[in-house]
Nanobody
């Protein structure tokens, strides 16, 4: 089975930064899409940022544009999410996901990590 393992979450003050990492235990190039999702208590999981692995094209939800950046390190099969200028509303569990098809569509993602908590106060 595919394994995606996230790390890098934590507690930070508003305006601070965090970098999340997602190590894939397979070659990430086999997926056409990789993404970060987040879920706050009582809300639905939302896609934050996605990356087309072949073209390296990226897409972001409006609320994080200009603050977050998704990128990958192929040799280490690692996906990152650099989060700057964090806001309290960015608080939530962040999940790494991988899949195929249209990368902006949540149903494209078949494989999920366990999540890493981000708390902004």
């Amino acid at each position: 089975d595919v394994q995606l393992v996230e790390s890098g979450g934590g507690s930070v003050q508003a305006g601070g930064s965090l970098r999340l990492s997602c190590v894939a235990y397979v070659n990430i190039k086999i997926y056409s899409c990789m993404a970060w999702f987040r879920q706050a208590p009582g809300t639905e999981r939302e896609r934050v940022a996605s990356l087309y692995t072949r073209s390296r094209s990226t897409d972001y939800v409006d609320s994080v544009k200009g603050r977050f950046s998704i990128f990958r390190d192929n040799p280490n099969n690692t996906l990152y999410l650099q989060m700057n200028k964090l806001k309290p509303e960015d608080t939530g569990m962040y999940y790494c996901a991988a899949g195929f098809g249209l990368c902006t569509r949540p149903s494209s993602y078949r494989y999920w990590g366990q999540g890493t908590q981000v708390t902004v106060s």
